[in-house]
T-cell receptor
């Protein structure tokens, strides 16, 4: 099983649509979880952290299910500017040195929002 | 506040040449790392550092060296460039809380696009 798995997409949705991305991770020791956004030919940028209780930031809602090792991102009322690749990211979770902090990136899910 | 600065933005090398990719951050972050991103492969960790004088290997370290003489700088050296090292290289930094998981994610530089011919 890959460390972090995402559906690569692309997801092609009209403006105003609601779209959901899912992600699974293999290491139950992972402790921190994030969604990053990456625009074409740009660096990844932190979109939001993901907490066990679920968290919301405007039109974006992230959920974490530790028992199922599953992370989700919901985008409501999609905008053209939401078009990007969304990366699911988890910490390695090993118990020594700095490697517990190393982030493991999924390959990303591409979203294209059309007018 | 510049954040994470990478230079150069673009570079073309001939096979066998060596070069250093520069990375500097002004946020006093202890943790710094280098990733490469290739189509279909996602981001892969090359080397990382949890503080000045401390470095360790990541997932794909072969062909690369790093050093960390200061908190601010974390250069990546390509010893003898190969076409397989054609990639986009990202430097990232973060607050590092010893004994705890990362809470804040990483801040990335804008990347170096390297082509080896």
């Amino acid at each position: 099983r890959k460390e972090v798995e995402q559906d690569p997409g692309p997801f092609n949705v009209p403006e105003g649509a609601t779209v959901a991305f899912n992600c699974t991770y293999s290491n139950s020791a992972s402790q921190s979880f994030f969604w990053y956004r990456q625009d074409c030919r740009k660096e990844p940028k932190l979109l939001m952290s993901v907490y066990s209780s679920g968290n919301e930031d405007g039109r974006f809602t992230a959920q974490l299910n530790r028992a199922s090792q599953y992370i989700s991102l919901l985008i409501r009322d999609s905008k053209l500017s939401d078009s990007a690749t969304y990366l699911c990211v988890v910490t390695r979770g090993e118990n020594y040195g700095g490697s517990q902090g190393n982030l493991i990136f999924g390959k990303g899910t591409k979203l294209s929002v059309k007018p | 506040n510049a954040g994470v600065t990478q230079t150069p933005k673009f570079q073309v090398l001939k096979t066998g040449q060596s070069m250093t990719l520069q990375c500097a951050q002004d946020m006093n972050h202890e943790y710094m790392s280098w990733y490469r991103q290739d189509p279909g492969m996602g981001l892969r960790l090359i080397h990382y550092s949890v503080g000045a004088g401390i470095t360790d290997q990541g997932e794909v370290p072969n062909g690369y060296n790093v050093s960390r003489s200061t908190t601010e700088d974390f250069p990546l050296r390509l010893l003898s460039a190969a076409p397989s090292q054609t990639s986009v290289y990202f430097c990232a930094s973060s607050i590092f809380l010893r004994g705890q998981s990362f809470l804040f994610g990483y801040t990335f530089g804008s990347g170096t696009r390297l082509t080896v011919v």
